[in-house]
């Protein structure tokens, strides 16, 4: 099956600074990559994906790039605010045409932005 | 439009007992997930409801895990008995059906903390 690794556990960035979280994934297959944050007390909420026909995908200050050769994604987060200090989680799917399936996740990274 | 709810929010329980955890999904929402996260490690997959059907069970721990979804809309999990490492956050999420072919964003409910002592 698959499997999601992610990168750093615990990132402290400078407000104002960048931040980015990587992460790999097993199966060459998977075509799905979102990226949730998870506040304190709430549910993880997505905030960007990418298709594995895309190699990058921009939202704002958030951007996610993709490597299908290297099996590498990660997510980009541009002049940090405090309101970006939360959990992230990458994950991955294999969507087929069956329908969707549960998604694979990494094991989190908690953000920091000191002010 | 309201989110995907769960309740209890928190529920300690002793080792043995039985716990019931419910889910109410997106209304017209289809599709259904479990998913468990123990501490400091990933959110895992339990498994996924079209309506009432199981479509996926492959991550259910063991047999003292059960879920239902009588009549498609809201969904149970009940952990019999419980254990300590059933310990974690449950997790619920949900997403329209438009078909096969289609992919849907998943939308997370807040979770259920479940301490097993």
């Known amino acids: 099956g698959e499997n999601v690794e992610q990168h750093p556990s615990t990132l402290s960035v400078q407000e104002g600074d960048s931040a980015v979280i990587k992460c790999t994934y097993s199966d060459s297959a998977s075509n799905y990559f979102p990226w949730y944050k998870q506040e304190l007390g709430k549910g993880p909420q997505l905030i960007i994906d990418i298709r594995s026909n895309v190699g990058e995908k921009k939202d704002q200050r958030i951007a996610v790039t993709l490597n299908k050769t290297a099996k590498h994604f990660s997510l980009h987060i541009t002049e940090t605010q405090p309101e970006d200090s939360a959990v992230y989680f990458c994950a991955a799917l294999l969507f087929s045409g069956g329908g969707a399936d549960g998604l694979t996740f990494g094991k989190g990274t908690h953000l920091i932005i000191q002010p | 439009e309201a989110g995907v709810t769960q309740f209890p929010s928190h529920s300690v329980i002793e080792k043995g007992q039985t716990v019931t955890l419910r889910c109410d999904p997106i209304s017209g929402h289809d599709n259904l997930y479990w998913y468990r996260r123990v501490m400091g490690k990933e959110i895992k997959f339990l498994l996924h409801?079209?309506?009432?059907?199981?479509?996926?069970e492959s991550g259910m721990p063991n047999n003292r895990f059960l879920a239902e979804r009588t009549g498609g809309t809201y969904s149970t999990l009940k952990v019999q008995p419980a254990e300590l490492e059933d310990s974690g956050v449950y997790f619920c999420a949900s997403s329209p059906f438009f078909g096969t072919g289609s992919y849907n964003e998943q939308f997370f409910g807040p979770g259920t903390r479940l301490t097993v002592l």
């Open positions: 409801f079209v309506k009432e059907s199981k479509q996926d």
